[in-house]
């Protein structure tokens, strides 16, 4: 054995211990991480971590502590539980926190896992649209919901694609036919996540000026609904043409952005 090299330990027959060195480029995740909490300074680290043994695709995260869990650790816990679809807590003592992920990661398709999010995200940028063309704020309280909906999605994403690495059997079942794909897919559903992170954005200060009851003369909302309405119309299309693989689409729709790019900017520089 050197430094570096992956150890695999399991039990034996007989009360044996069998160990054998795997090399790195057939290593996958194990079924168990282990955190040890009380090693743990930082307020952010624990709910990084778990969100990380989650996208490698391990299937119990096991958290202990000698000292004891502290009431904000377990707040923590249950926050990161919220965003990750099908994580659970199993077992819970005073010293051990058993989290086990129930989600399949062959299920959904990639596919239908990008839809998913794009129709999310979607969503939430068309009730934007609707609040400031009827010009109602309750209109805008599902959208930061959704938001929160889609970071599930995203996360389900990219532990699909990670374990999809290392998983032939998880990569046939959602459909990957070339590990050019799952590269290609995560800086689309990348994308998608800076999306979601703008729309946040958006209503919010859509929510202060309708709350200060600022509202811009009728030419000026029209302008800012129609280029909201074609933002819509051209991320709907680009998905089309990637999920059927249309590259003469995807083409045409480039070609349409670059021509009403300098028209964009000409409306925002005079908003």
């Known amino acids: 054995l050197k430094k570096g090299d992956y150890v695999l330990a399991e039990e034996g027959g007989e009360n044996a211990l069998r160990i054998s060195k795997l090399k790195e480029k ?13 090693s743990i300074r930082s307020k952010t680290l624990l709910n990084r971590l778990i969100i990380g043994a989650y996208n490698v695709g391990h299937e119990l995260i096991w958290l202990q502590s000698r000292r004891g869990f502290k009431p904000e650790q377990m707040v923590e816990v249950n926050k990161v539980l919220q965003k990750l679809v099908g994580l659970h807590i199993v077992e819970q003592t005073e010293n ?10 062959s299920k959904p398709s990639l596919d239908n896992s990008i839809r998913r ?10 009730n934007i649209l609707r609040a400031l063309s009827e010009w109602d704020k309750s209109l805008l309280d599902n959208v930061m919901f959704t938001g929160g909906e889609c970071d599930k999605i995203y996360w389900l994403i990219i532990r699909q694609l990670l374990t999809a690495v290392t998983d032939k059997g998880v990569s046939e079942s959602l459909g990957v036919k070339s590990y050019l794909w799952l590269v290609g897919n995560r800086a689309v559903v990348r994308i998608l996540k800076t999306l979601i992170r703008h729309n946040e954005s958006i209503c919010k200060g859509v929510m202060k000026i309708i709350e200060h009851g600022i509202k811009p003369d009728k030419e000026t909302l029209s302008k800012v ?24 689409k995807a083409n045409s729709i480039i070609d ?11 409306i925002s520089f005079k908003i």
């Open 117 to 126: 999010l794009h129709l999310l995200t979607y969503s939430m940028l068309d």
């Open 96 to 105: 051990i926190v058993l989290l086990q992920s129930l989600a399949d990661p």
């Open 256 to 266: 349409q952005i670059i021509e009403k790019a300098e028209e964009i900017n000409d």
């Open 26 to 38: 057939y290593y996958t995740a194990p079924k168990v991480c282990v955190i040890n909490v009380d």
């Open 225 to 248: 609904i129609e280029i909201g309405r074609y933002v819509l119309q051209t991320q709907t299309e680009t998905i089309d043409a990637l999920l059927v693989r249309d590259i003469e």
